[in-house]
């Protein structure tokens, strides 16, 4: 009896609590007067009612809605948002916090923040609902997460982290990525009122039970999902299926030795693969005369899925001990991805994706698992082993593939980057490096098979100042520094004469290459010349040194991940192809800035989603695998259609380990997963554009 008055005790109070959220009233944001609208970065808000038009000048515009909101009681957040653009997709990312400084989604979200992230594509208007995460019943374990962008929790919709309802102090809508121009409207906006959802069943686990969260084959414990493999039988059995699609599929046709169409004109052979514009479009042509276009994919390894167990041993069952069988995968490393392990002190990982090929594949696992990858590229309709790949594996003579050297030599002082600093092109390791890198690579440059090789990756560019600015910051045994220094000399003849022009007071020419603060802002005009000097002298000698010593392989560029004009110019003048890694649904809005008319090579692109135990989508979201495989079909349809696309690179061949790389990422972007099998969704959906895709791009 004890046992039913409690239970009809807890039903009174939870419909109490149901009624008096009901009873609240719905919150129109724009209606209230409290409510401070503002635009975040550059851009142009337009507010006409509870409809904001925005005009996004630059990347992270948006609206600001500002208010001391106590939300409890509430549980959701509702509004319009229109893509008024005809080109662009919109990513958009909606926050909910406690501060008002930005918070990037990628990473994951900081204390007392709320994060969504959503598609809206050219033309579509959406209604948006934004649920708030349901309560945190183990505080112990969330505070025990660490080294993945995204945690288990927030594979449960649980994007808010330590989200209070009650102290609420800014609510954005922002436009991310390289948006600038592009118009969009939201309008309605309003927070429900309502009980917020039931935390998972993973989420009522306490520490004890929750931990170890990932089993013995790398994959998130807490969760099924089809396909999950439990027992090395369930490897052996992945195995044996696909090795009937396979058959069943075994490739495109019409394809030369190396990957070109057979069925299409035929222009000159040179022994090597170059780049032509046929009636229009930019080629590539493959050594033997065929049209080529480049449809591969990133960092095919058996080591994709390498993972940091340093202060999270826990996080892991039954790890082998060093000396047994599986032990030997505590060594094993990708040669690309070491270095940033090495940087970053990490003493200790485990390679779970290299030990399920070795029990799936047997002690022969690395030849084993090199023919398995020839045979599916060829089956699956792509044709290029993209760069940061298993050289055991692209040196085959079996598919096309591009390489990538990075020029790791002396930084150029307070220039900054993503992974590296920017290096100093004036100094003389800069070229010594490149030569030293290019000569490692020796077997690619005089092999038919190899494209060609990017030089570099996603460098820091900056603003048209950012690396000039840098420059007369730095220290005086700077090379940059000393260049600028000179240039200024001659230019000006006299410091006098220069302090006149920048506002500066420098005793001496010693003096302003002393220099280690910012200087007036007369010094603008020639900050910017400089800029474009070290942009020329970058690329120039990039070439230089790379025709010298590979005069028959593609310079396919650096990678773009952010430019300027100037940048682009030089680009333009200097590399063979212009290579840009564009993180979008597709490639229609795509125009090269400055309307330089060179062929473009997509470096990296991915779509992921979180329906099979991972936590992190990668860098675009998508609902699940099917919308994933679509979307894999749109964008590189897009980019076949594309008059300067000669090639789209996925980035990757395996997912990343749930439980993080080096760097914290946790993407689902595989064709495959850490288990080896493929994601035969995404799968079907690239031999569909594959298979076709030379009269694609042929014809359309």
Known sequence: MPDIKNAIMTACIACAASAAAAQLPVLKVTANPEVKVTPNSTCDLNVAGDRIEVTANAWGSGIIFENNWN???????????????????????????????????????????????????????????????SEILHPDVDADFGGMHVYPYASAGHYGYRFNPSKVKAIKILARRHTAGVRYAVSDFKILPGKIK??????????????????????FKHKEWPGKIHSEKDLKKAL?????????????????????????????????????????????????????????????????????????RHYFENLPK??????????????????YYTVRGIDTTYDYSCANIYRKYGPDFRNKFAEMSHRRLKSWGLNTIANSSDRSIYMMDRTPYVERIEIHSKPLEGAGGAWWHFMDPFDPSFEATERERLEAKRREIEDPWCIGLFVDNEINWGTPKTLATAAIKASET???????????????????????????????????????????????????????????????????????????????????????????????????????????????????????????????????????????????????????????????????????????????????????????????????????????????????????????????
Request: aromatic share 14%.
């Open 240 to 312: 044996k299926e696909e090795e009937k699609d396979l058959a069943s599929h075994p490739g495109p046709k019409d394809r030369s030795k190396f990957g070109g169409w057979m069925r299409g004109p035929r222009l000159k052979a040179t022994g090597h693969y170059r780049v032509e514009k046929v009636k229009g479009k930019w080629w590539l042509v493959d050594p033997e005369g065929y049209l080529f276009w480049s449809h591969g994919v990133v960092r095919v390894t058996p080591s994709s899925g390498i993972t940091p167990l340093d202060n999270r």
């Open 198 to 219: 039931e935390p998972e069943p993973m989420m009522k686990l306490g520490k004890n039970e929750f931990f170890p969260f990932i089993d013995n084959f790398g994959q």
């Open 478 to 700: 700077q090379a940059a520094k000393i260049e600028m220094v000179n240039c200024l000399k001659k230019k000006y003849g006299s410091i006098e004469a220069l302090n006149g022009k920048w506002g500066s007071e420098f005793d001496s020419w010693e003096a302003l290459l002393a220099n280690r603060e910012n200087v007036p802002d007369g010094a603008g005009e020639d900050i910017e010349d400089f800029n474009r000097r070290l942009i020329e002298a970058y690329f120039s000698t990039v070439r230089r040194v790379f025709k010298e010593l590979a005069p028959d392989k593609l310079y396919l560029g650096c990678r773009f991940a952010g430019w300027n004009i100037d940048v682009l110019s030089a680009a333009s003048k200097y590399c063979d192809v212009i290579s840009y890694n564009l993180y979008y649904h597709n490639l229609n809005w795509f125009k090269i800035p400055g309307g330089f008319d060179k062929p473009v090579m997509i470096g990296e692109f991915h779509f992921g989603a979180t329906d099979r135990g991972l936590f992190h989508p990668g860098q675009v979201h998508t609902n699940n695998q099917t919308d994933r495989a679509r979307s894999y079909y749109d964008y590189v349809h897009s980019a076949l259609r594309h008059p300067n696309m000669i090639g789209t690179h996925w980035h990757q061949f395996s997912d990343q380990m749930s439980s993080g790389r080096f760097d914290g990422e946790n993407f689902q972007v595989g064709f495959t997963d850490v288990c080896d099998t493929p994601y035969y969704e995404t799968i079907e959906k690239i031999r569909e554009i594959g298979y076709e895709m030379y009269e694609t791009r042929f014809n359309d």
């Open 71 to 133: 939300l409890d009681g509430y549980n959701r957040v509702s509004f319009n948002v229109e893509n008024l653009d005809s080109m662009q997709y919109l990513q958009m990312t909606f926050h909910m916090q406690e501060k008002k400084k930005y918070v990037s989604p990628i990473k994951g979200a900081e204390a007392g923040t709320l994060t969504d992230n959503f598609y809206i594509a050219p033309g579509e208007t959406r209604q948006m609902e934004i649920w708030f995460p």
């Open 322 to 339: 060093e000396d047994s069988e599986l032990g030997q995968f505590y060594f094993t490393y990708d040669t690309l991805m070491k270095p």
